[in-house]
């Protein structure tokens, strides 16, 4: 089933912090995050397993609660560059079977 | 070294014809999805290899659609009989193992009119 992703969507202005969260009904072996710019491909941020230590670079930062089986994607002094879509892909198992993207979070940033 | 490579990068075909879309994978990674991809949605799964065989291809809309990966690299979906429905970007993806971090190509734009 398919993970829900709030919020829809976000305006930011350059330097303010953003969370988005990502839900699933079904629980989770791992979370995917892309980023995806407008008519470009999905690009990579970050995976986060079962059992595994909250993930993070620069200052794009990832949560898993397993037991609530949500995902929190923390983007804090939000850059104009971090403007595009944000997709979470959830994983019921070890890898073996396809990965169930949400519909997104659209940010933007703003000057 | 090079990404993931998708030709065409536009396809535009009437309905009822056939088309194939290619992906051409990073050098050595086993692992190869094909994903569809709606205005406003996250991509869709379709099918998945791991190496030559389809290990996964409960995506697949309906038997119009089929996917082979033959050498265990270059992978071809095929749709007969396209439907204005088929409409959408068809994005292909490979990873060094299932489940590990995919990167994606540029997507194919598929229009049937």
């Known amino acids: 089933q398919q993970p829900v992703q709030s919020p829809q969507a976000v305006i930011l202005r350059e330097g303010e912090d953003a969370v988005i969260n990502c839900s699933s009904s079904?629980?989770?072996?791992?979370v995917h995050w892309y980023r995806q710019k407008h008519g470009e491909a999905p690009v990579f941020l970050m995976i986060l397993l079962k059992g595994g230590e909250q993930k993070g670079h620069d200052k794009i930062s990832a949560s898993f609660n397993e037991k609530k089986q949500q995902s929190s994607l923390y983007l804090t002094a939000s850059q104009l560059s971090y403007s595009g879509t944000y997709f979470c892909g959830t994983g019921p198992n070890s890898g073996n079977t396809p990965l169930v993207f949400g519909k997104g979070t659209r940010l933007s940033v703003i000057a | 070294g090079a990404g993931v490579s998708q030709t065409p990068s536009n396809k535009v075909t009437e309905k009822g014809k056939y088309v194939e879309l290619r992906c051409d994978p990073i050098?050595?990674?086993?692992?190869l999805y094909w994903y569809r991809q709606s205005l406003g949605q996250g991509p869709e799964f379709l099918i998945y290899?791991?190496?030559?065989?389809?290990?996964?291809d409960s995506g697949l809309p309906n038997d119009r659609f089929f996917a082979v990966r033959p050498e265990g690299s270059v992978s071809t979906l095929k749709i007969q009989r396209t439907e204005r429905g088929d409409s959408a970007v068809y994005l292909c993806?490979?990873?060094?193992?299932?489940?590990?971090?995919?990167?994606f190509g540029p997507g194919t734009r598929l229009t049937v009119l």
């Open positions: 290899f791991q190496g030559t065989g389809a290990a996964d």
């Open positions: 993806a490979s990873s060094h193992l299932a489940g590990a971090e995919q990167f």
């Open positions: 079904k629980a989770l072996y791992s």
């Open positions: 050098s050595g990674h086993t692992a």
